[in-house]
């Protein structure tokens, strides 16, 4: 890992209100990641680009 890539990531910040599962997909389809998101926040280091994030019933379009 290149000092470059250090500065192409970003935090996501998820604030949840139970406990559930975030989906962390990329706009070609791809699941970039699953996590269980606890009551609070949850944080999540992840690269530039653009990607759909499914919580339940609702998805959120993201952009970094």
Do not use: C, W
Not at 19 to 44: D, R
């Amino acid at each position: 890992r290149g000092l470059g890539d250090v500065y192409k990531r970003q935090v996501l910040h998820i604030q949840s209100a139970h406990v559930s599962t975030a989906y962390i997909m990329t706009f070609g389809g791809q699941l970039y990641k699953a996590l269980t998101l606890p009551i609070g926040e949850t944080m999540i280091t992840i690269p530039q680009g653009a990607y759909i994030i499914r919580i339940e019933n609702q998805s959120y379009k993201i952009r970094f």
